[in-house]
């Protein structure tokens, strides 16, 4: 397989992406090419997996809809331990609607574009809902948001991204607002664009599927072979009984697949 990968330090003097820039140099600091999911339902819960968590990861990936206790108070405990521990903050919103919508949920009960460094978007609702509206807040330096992952491919069973054209429009989308797109979530790296990074769902040792149309493989598959960049972990990691074994399991392992090559 070629690596279609420029090597990270090349990578990170290239990028003029800040958030990019911040995320290569994390990489390289704490040897780290792992996001962890953290899908619990309480805060509680959350954030004493973030405590764990945090020296092992790159960044931590939320779904602030989905915990049931959410409050303010919590966003500003999950920065503060993200300034300390040196993680990106990313929600997993998937903004889905036209631009003024989106903007309306960026400001809305959550007050997304206050914490999360980066969220990520569907590329369904075309290029004038995103780049506008996501440009605006990005540049605004009253927020912390610094970028989007604009969603290329779906790790689930029969997902719709696999129609014709989907994934290369997503892409075109990309190129053509390279200020706002920090990269994409996909299942095969989608771009040979240094500066675009692949994020990649759907990663499990030791289970294939769950009962809900989650497809996973292993980190060989999603790294050496797909060529993605960074590995976003759930389960694998957070079902565990023993999560730090499998922190420092899946980080090793993504980190020796992602630098394999890499002279830098
Ligand atoms: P798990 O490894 O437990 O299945 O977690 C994967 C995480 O990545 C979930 O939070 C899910 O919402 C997200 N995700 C995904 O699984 N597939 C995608 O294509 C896009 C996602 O954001």
Redesign the pocket.
């Known amino acids: 397989v070629d690596n279609m990968r420029t090597p990270l330090l090349e990578r990170e003097s290239l990028t003029e992406s800040p958030l990019n820039k911040k995320i290569l140099s994390i990489m390289r600091t704490k040897k780290s090419n792992l996001c962890l999911?953290i899908?619990y339902t309480t805060v509680d819960e959350v954030l004493q997996m973030v405590e764990l968590a945090g020296p092992f990861v790159l960044a931590i990936?939320v779904?602030a809809d989905a915990i049931v206790d959410f409050s303010e108070e919590f966003t500003k405990k999950l920065t503060t331990m993200a300034n300390d521990m040196d993680f990106i903050i990313f929600e997993?919103r998937k903004f889905a609607d036209t631009g003024n919508t989106n903007l309306l949920q960026l400001h809305g009960t959550q007050k997304i574009a206050s914490w999360a460094d980066v969220v990520?978007v569907h590329a369904v609702q075309g290029n004038d809902s995103i780049a506008g509206v996501f440009r605006k807040v990005i540049q605004d330096p009253a927020y912390r948001l610094k970028g989007i992952l604009l969603i290329a491919q779906?790790?689930?069973k029969g997902s719709l991204t696999s129609l014709n054209g989907y994934t290369e429009s997503a892409v075109e989308i990309a190129n053509d607002n390279r200020d706002v797109v920090s990269g994409f979530?996909t299942q095969t790296r989608v771009s040979a664009c240094s500066d675009l990074l692949n994020w990649t769902?759907?990663?499990?040792l030791d289970a294939k599927s769950d009962s809900a149309g989650?497809q996973?493989r292993g980190v060989d598959q999603a790294i050496e072979i797909q060529q993605n960049d960074i590995v976003?972990?759930?389960?694998?990691v957070t079902s565990s009984s023993e999560p730090v074994q499998q922190l420092k399991r899946y980080r090793q392992i993504a980190w020796e697949a992602l630098t394999k090559n890499d002279t830098s």
């Open positions: 999911a899908d990936k779904h997993d990520t779906l790790s689930t979530i769902p759907g990663v499990n989650q996973w976003i972990v759930g389960r694998g």
